[in-house]
C-alpha cells in the first residue's frame, strides 16, 4: 500500500512499525505524558498560562473553521 521508500508500513504483514520496532511502548507513552505536564506546569509557573490560553483559542477558531467547511 505505502511506498518502500516510506518504510513500507503495511507491505509487511506483522510488522509492528517501519523498522519492525515495537511502536508506541507504555514507556514511551508515560515519558511523553510526562514531558507535556511538565511544559504545562512550566507555562503556569512562569508565564502565568498564556500559551495554554493562545492555544485554546487557536484551537477554537480551528474547530469554527473546519464547523463552517462542513
Known sequence: MWPA???GLHNRRGAAGPAGGA???N???LWLGLVLLA???A???L???AALVFLARK???LIEWVAFWR
Open 5 to 7: 521508500s516510506w518504510g
Open 23 to 25: 511502536g508506541l511502548t
Open 27 to 29: 514507556r514511551i507513552a
Open 39 to 41: 511544559g504545562i506546569g
Open 43 to 45: 507555562d503556569l509557573a
Open 47 to 49: 508565564n502565568d498560562a
Open 59 to 61: 484551537f477554537l477558531e
